[in-house]
């Protein structure tokens, strides 16, 4: 259906696309992946036909129907369902011309164009549009608002409505899922798995890929690489090709040292001069192997900070929403260092009211909101973005958001913090406004980090930031020492982060009893609550009191447990050294006896110890989990 014959892109002076030879097959479903900035998005821009090839050849079938999702935010008066249909250009211009016929009283004209409408599904097209808005996560009565109304992540919800009712002999989709929450992600999940056409999809979220795609085109260095299977059989096939590389490599460079220390010795000598001569060609017609570049990686973690205090916050009844309308009602809950916790619920439940409470950004409407006097919170909401000054640098911008503890570093400091998070040398003199998306991201996260919060509220984090960064995102969650709390569709960082999840419907929070599995079921069932059909069901009053009581019976136990923690590992540096003592021969040949002796002693009393610690630990772990349960 497509075809790159050695295909070379340039962007300026960067080449992006280089000697790219690759075949796409009419129904495949494909997932574009690599770094940003190294050429996804210019994949799309050469098959939307925006650019030309530099060198070699793009090859496509005439006449080819291409949907792709505008990257404009559309400013449109009409309402949000005639917006969408406008995405069916084939049923539109049918509309005009029977519109033009009945001005022109020509109803044979008139009677052919009906039998093409029909043939379109014109009669089911207004259905079908409201289908493609409610999978998105608009409601009903949203259908006739016009489309200028709504926030800037929703008007993108429905540009990607608009390219979903197009019909298309291909799909191009750029990262789909920025703007979606996890209900719209999973229902648009489905949606691509059923669609006929041929899809390629840029995403770094490593499980949409592994659930919708049959192939990935793997971005590197300017190379454009084929892969059979998903995601998951991508990262298999990926890294054995970089072992084998290497061990190709490493050969190669014996081969050479060995022929160069042939002609370094044999040079001078006329006996061994042809012999000279024709390793030194050998050397020069070496192949070339391209080694496989390591994605640079992000060396950071979240700062210590300075204070843990139990509990962070809590909510006490607490009713929160935006003048007269109650988004949450009559709320309870408290966090404590260590948490993590994922919300989960509908688009418009109020997940992101509860974060803004959270974060203190709201006043609430009833109740009490009671704050721990060392509270530090770093709170990374969805528009963070759009808060830097696209005219700033990141160094200023750096020193301006997060505030005067930051703005006092010296300006080494500054600047080797921003380095850990890929902002190094002159980048960080860069006007904010020439940054990528994950840029701009990864330039918030880095403010985030060095304000030392004991309370992180992440919203919908992951929008913009590449697999690496993911990644490193999630590995550096787990040793931060403070409450986390996360509302995201990344099924990845939600699995890898988060210990329980609540899930917040009907104004109300309340524990979900289950895993990202189940709440895609419980979302298939269209339930308001995640009880098990046939289960009793609890007041509200009642099920706050039992989740009252059950925190405090916690509270105690993982005080207990941070205090068995900490034991264990200084039990366990004097047991290393201990061991390392008792191993040095020179403690035999220079210490009296009596010292040997009290050495094994002490040894086997710290063995003891850590080992009925640790028992400890397992049990008091143990009634954690049921309790948490």
Not at 181 to 190: T, V
């Amino acid at each position: 259906m497509l075809t790159l014959t050695n295909a070379r892109v340039r962007r300026g002076p960067k080449v992006l696309i280089d000697d790219a030879s690759v075949t796409l097959f009419r129904g495949e479903k494909i997932g574009v992946v690599g770094r940003n900035g190294c050429g996804k998005s210019t994949l799309l821009s050469l098959i939307r036909g925006e650019l030309s090839t530099d060198a070699g050849e793009y090859s496509a079938p005439p006449n080819l129907a291409i949907a792709c999702v505008a990257q404009d935010l559309p400013d449109s008066p009409s309402p949000l369902v005639e917006y969408i249909l406008d995405g069916d250009l084939e049923l539109r211009a049918v509309e005009a011309q029977l519109a033009e016929a009945r001005v022109r009283d020509d109803g044979t004209r008139e009677a052919a164009l009906h039998a093409q409408y029909d043939a379109l599904d014109g009669y089911t097209a207004r259905s079908r549009a409201a289908q493609l808005a409610a999978g998105l996560g608009f409601a009903v009565g949203d259908l006739e608002r016009p489309l200028r109304e709504f926030s800037g992540g929703l008007r993108m919800r429905a540009n990607l409505a608009r390219a979903l009712m197009r019909r298309s002999d291909l799909l191009l989709l750029d990262e789909p899922t920025n703007h979606l929450d996890l209900d719209a992600l999973l229902w648009l999940e489905g949606w691509l798995r059923a669609y006929r056409g041929t899809l390629l999809l840029v995403s770094h979220d490593r499980e949409f890929l592994d659930q919708v795609v049959g192939r990935i085109l793997h971005f590197e260095d300017g190379k454009l690489t084929a892969y059979t299977g998903n995601y998951s059989d991508f990262e298999v096939q990926h890294a054995a090709h970089a072992e084998r590389t290497a061990a190709l490599v490493a050969k190669q460079r014996r081969e050479a040292a060995h022929i160069e220390s042939f002609v370094a010795r044999f040079r001078a000598q006329a006996s061994k001069a042809r012999q000279v001569q024709s390793r030194i060609k050998w050397l020069s017609k070496l192949e070339t192997i391209a080694t496989v570049q390591r994605e640079a990686d992000f060396d950071w973690d979240f700062l210590p900070p300075p204070k843990l205090p139990r509990p962070l916050i809590t909510l006490e009844k607490l009713s929160a929403g935006y003048g007269e309308r109650r988004i949450l009602d009559q709320i309870s809950m408290s966090l404590h260092p260590g948490e993590r916790l994922g919300v989960l619920g509908r688009n418009g439940a109020g997940k992101s009211t509860l974060m803004k409470v959270l974060a203190n950004e709201l006043e609430p409407l009833a109740g009490t909101r009671t704050l721990a006097p060392d509270l530090r919170t770093g709170f990374l909401a969805q528009l963070e973005l759009e808060q830097l000054d696209g005219g700033g640098s990141a160094l200023a911008e750096f020193a301006r958001r997060g505030g005067d503890e930051i703005a006092a570093w010296a300006q080494q400091k500054q600047r080797d913090h921003l380095g850990r998070f890929g902002f190094r040398g002159d980048r960080v003199f860069e006007p904010t406004q020439n940054f990528s998306g994950g840029e701009r991201a990864r330039l918030a996260l880095s403010i985030l980090v060095a304000r030392r919060p004991n309370l992180l509220l992440l919203d919908e984090p992951t929008n913009h930031l590449d697999l690496s960064m993911r990644h490193t995102l999630l590995m550096a969650l787990q040793e931060f020492p403070g409450a986390v709390v996360i509302v995201s569709h990344d099924r990845s960082l939600l699995r890898g982060a988060c210990d329980r999840f609540v899930l917040v419907s009907d104004g109300a929070i309340t524990p979900f009893d289950g895993d990202l599995e189940d709440y895609a079921t419980w979302l298939g069932a269209d339930r308001s609550s995640p009880v098990a059909a046939g289960a009793p069901t609890m007041s509200r009053r009642e099920q706050r009191r039992r989740e009252a009581a059950a925190r405090g019976g916690r509270y105690p136990l993982r005080a207990e447990q941070e205090t068995l923690e900490k034991q264990i590992a200084q039990l366990t540096k004097e047991r290393v050294d201990l061991e390392a003592q008792l191993a040095d021969p020179a403690t035999y040949s220079s210490r009296p006896v009596a010292d040997q002796h009290r050495l094994s002693q002490r040894l086997r009393k710290v063995v003891a110890q850590v080992e009925s610690l640790e028992e400890r630990w397992l049990a008091v772990t143990g009634e954690l989990e049921e309790r948490a349960s």
